[in-house]
């Protein structure tokens, strides 16, 4: 059976060249591009909290590095450096090589060297932490929102706790949905060249992790504001109901919950000036991402997220979003 080290070396060795020093030593070295602020985020992953145990371990590789990625693309820096550090129950050197496969294809095409890290037995865990680059004082933050800007979304949140319900049994999804939303839970895409599009652009950034009416939330709170969210804006899921005779008005109502609040999506949720909503569409042409505007930022509680339907009338959804502590009360 290989040892800790052989272990590392085998699988996770692999050379850094943006880094002077990489995996090997008490620390690894690096030095920031001149005149850059670094952005410095941790994630951790635990079985059965983040992830169900018989997850492929190579799409576990990818989402690992993947979310910590995310944070980075919220705050619109430049991805440079991860650390990687687990806990594995026991040695199954194909679990761990399919991993490693999965972690460094995500390295690979968003340009990151993983420089150092740790291993332990015990229960399966992950984590990583990720720094990037960003010019001082462009770093896309959450307290930047202002009264009348335009609340907007990426992608198509909800996908992946749509995903996550199919694997769990806990709904039937009809084709080919199961397939899109397995992918966007197991396999999210970090919006890291929609983050670096926003520098100067919007006021106040975040990626979609626990529920898209929790986190536009957290922006209202640090920005010391409340939200109008537009139902009749949102993303399109409805097609997941289907139509006609198949129409599901149940899976409907499901799948709007999972937009709202269901998370892991990945997502990018940011504030910006109307006056900005041509160029905001102009990224979204140039990177092929669809972009929503969802609502806007209103004077109010801070931290007040409403959510209106066609008529303007308030609807109150139950969830919000996840939290890991108020889950278990």
Same mark, same amino acid.
């Given at each position: 059976?290989?040892?800790?080290?052989?272990?590392?070396?085998?699988?996770?060795?692999?050379?850094?060249?943006? #880094?002077?020093?990489?995996?090997?030593?008490?620390?690894?070295?690096?030095?920031? =591009?001149?005149?850059?602020?670094?952005?410095?985020? =941790?994630?951790?992953?635990?079985?059965?909290?983040?992830?169900? &145990?018989?997850?492929?371990?190579?799409?576990?590789?990818?989402?690992?590095?993947?979310?910590?990625?995310?944070?980075?693309?919220?705050?619109?820096?430049?991805?440079?450096?991860?650390?990687?550090?687990?806990?594995?129950?026991?040695? *199954?050197?194909?679990?761990?090589?399919?991993?490693?496969?999965?972690?460094?294809?995500?390295?690979?095409?968003?340009?990151?060297?993983?420089?150092?890290?740790?291993?332990?037995?015990?229960?399966?865990?992950?984590?990583?932490? #990720?720094?990037?680059?960003?010019?001082?004082?462009?770093?896309?933050?959450?307290?930047?929102?202002?009264?009348?800007?335009? %609340?907007?979304?990426?992608?198509?949140?909800?996908?992946?706790?749509?995903?996550?319900?199919?694997?769990?049994?806990?709904?039937?999804?009809?084709?080919?949905?199961?397939?899109?939303?397995?992918?966007?839970?197991?396999? &999210?895409?970090?919006?890291?060249?929609?983050?670096?599009?926003?520098?100067?652009?919007? =006021?106040?950034? %975040?990626?979609?992790? *626990?529920?898209?009416?929790?986190?536009?939330?957290?922006?209202?709170?640090?920005?010391?504001?409340?939200?109008?969210?537009?139902?009749?804006?949102?993303?399109?899921?409805?097609?997941?109901?289907?139509?006609? *005779?198949?129409?599901?008005?149940?899976?409907?109502?499901? #799948?709007?919950?999972?937009?709202?609040?269901?998370?892991?999506?990945?997502?990018?949720?940011?504030?910006?000036?109307?006056?900005?909503?041509? =160029?905001?569409?102009? %990224?979204?042409?140039?990177?092929?991402? &669809?972009?929503?505007? %969802?609502?806007?930022?209103?004077?109010?509680?801070?931290?007040?997220?409403?959510?209106?339907?066609? *008529?303007?009338?308030?609807?109150?959804?139950?969830?919000?979003?996840?939290?890991?502590?108020?889950?278990?009360?």
């Amino acid at each position: 059976m290989a040892g800790e080290f052989a272990l590392i070396d085998k699988y996770f060795a692999r050379p850094t060249p943006s #880094a002077i020093l990489g995996p090997g030593d008490d620390c690894a070295l690096v030095q920031p =591009t001149p005149g850059k602020q670094l952005a410095v985020t =941790t994630d951790m992953l635990v079985s059965g909290t983040h992830f169900l &145990p018989d997850t492929d371990p190579k799409n576990l590789g990818w989402k690992a590095l993947a979310v910590n990625l995310s944070d980075l693309a919220a705050m619109g820096a430049m991805p440079r450096w991860v650390t990687l550090a687990g806990a594995l129950p026991a040695v *199954d050197e194909a679990w761990i090589a399919a991993f490693a496969d999965g972690f460094f294809a995500c390295a690979k095409e968003y340009g990151v060297d993983v420089i150092g890290g740790d291993t332990t037995k015990g229960p399966l865990n992950v984590c990583i932490t #990720a720094m990037g680059e960003v010019e001082p004082g462009r770093a896309l933050r959450r307290d930047g929102a202002q009264v009348g800007d335009q %609340i907007w979304v990426s992608g198509r949140p909800g996908l992946a706790a749509l995903g996550l319900a199919h694997l769990q049994g806990r709904v039937k999804l009809p084709e080919p949905w199961p397939r899109l939303c397995v992918a966007a839970l197991e396999k &999210p895409r970090p919006r890291v060249a929609l983050g670096q599009a926003l520098v100067g652009i919007a =006021t106040a950034a %975040i990626d979609v992790s *626990d529920g898209l009416l929790a986190d536009l939330g957290h922006i209202c709170e640090r920005s010391a504001c409340a939200a109008a969210v537009k139902l009749v804006q949102l993303p399109h899921l409805r097609d997941v109901a289907g139509s006609g *005779d198949s129409y599901d008005a149940d899976l409907r109502r499901f #799948a709007l919950d999972c937009q709202l609040a269901g998370g892991d999506d990945y997502e990018l949720c940011f504030t910006a000036p109307g006056t900005l909503s041509l =160029t905001i569409g102009q %990224i979204a042409a140039r990177l092929e991402l &669809p972009l929503w505007h %969802i609502g806007e930022i209103v004077a109010g509680e801070a931290g007040a997220v409403t959510v209106y339907d066609p *008529d303007m009338k308030p609807v109150t959804f139950e969830r919000k979003g996840y939290d890991h502590f108020a889950a278990q009360a």
